[in-house]
T-cell receptor, first 110, second 114 residues
Framework: KQEVTQIPAALSVPEGENLVLNCSFT??????LQWFRQDPGKGLTSLLL?????REQTSGRLNASLDKSSGRSTLYIAASQPGDSATYLC?????????FGTGTRLTIIP | EPEVTQTPSHQVTQMGQEVILRCVPI?????FYWYRQILGQKVEFLVS????????KSEIFDDQFSVERPDGSNFTLKIRSTKLEDSAMYFC????????????FGPGTRLTVT
């Protein structure tokens, strides 16, 4: 059974800093991994999809890496802004479903 | 930009009542999913649906739950006899292909069972 852990659970950084969010998963038999953001009381917004054959994927200020064999993914956010404040979720896709971690709650301090 | 829509945004029901949550997936998507998130907990998979059949379901998705694609656009989740523990945010998602494309999520339906 896939288990997904995200560290840290919460993170506060000053505006403008670069930061890294970590995700680890126990079952490496995945097809891809998605990163989402979730604003309080809202739905999930897909940020990046990284295929199992890829090592990295970039979208704007976001860069995700994937090391499938070691069961790790990171999300790098460059030049953080107050609008980046949200909970970030990683979710590997395997066995026909996404399995979610508990997320990292990110606060960017203006 | 196409998006997944869900109705209602909030549903309050009494224990034992039936509820139907509705979703309109993105029009060219073929794979449909329901997930739920109990307040303060992880998002959990309920069921996946393709070609008018359930592809996969979790242990949460017992006989009280059913899904249907009644027409070419809607995808519904029915809970036959709601329990207090069914209170959660229910998310519908869809994707173009299985395993290689993003799942896009709707804004959710908050179900409150009293």
């Amino acid at each position: 059974k896939q288990e997904v852990t995200q560290i840290p659970a919460a993170l506060s950084v000053p505006e403008g800093e670069n930061l890294v969010l970590n995700c680890s998963f126990t079952d490496s038999a995945i097809y891809n991994l998605q990163w989402f953001r979730q604003d309080p009381g809202k739905g999930l917004t897909s940020l990046l999809l990284i295929q199992s054959s890829q090592r990295e994927q970039t979208s704007g200020r976001l860069n995700a890496s994937l090391d499938k064999s070691s069961g790790r993914s990171t999300l790098y956010i460059a030049a953080s802004q107050p609008g980046d404040s949200a909970t970030y979720l990683c979710a590997p896709f395997g066995n026909e479903k996404l399995t979610f971690g508990t997320g990292t709650r990110l606060t960017i301090i203006p | 930009e196409p998006e997944v829509t869900q109705t209602p945004s909030h549903q309050v029901t009494q224990m034992g009542q039936e509820v139907i949550l509705r979703c309109v997936p993105i029009s060219n998507h073929l794979y449909f999913y329901w997930y739920r998130q109990i307040l303060g907990q992880k998002v959990e998979f309920l069921v996946s649906f393709y070609n008018n059949e359930i592809s996969e379901k979790s242990e949460i998705f017992d006989d009280q739950f059913s899904v249907e694609r009644p027409d070419g656009s809607n995808f519904t989740l029915k809970i036959r006899s709601t329990k207090l523990e069914d209170s959660a945010m229910y998310f519908c998602a869809s994707s173009v292909q299985w395993g290689v494309s993003e799942q896009y999520f709707g804004p959710g339906t908050r179900l409150t069972v009293t």
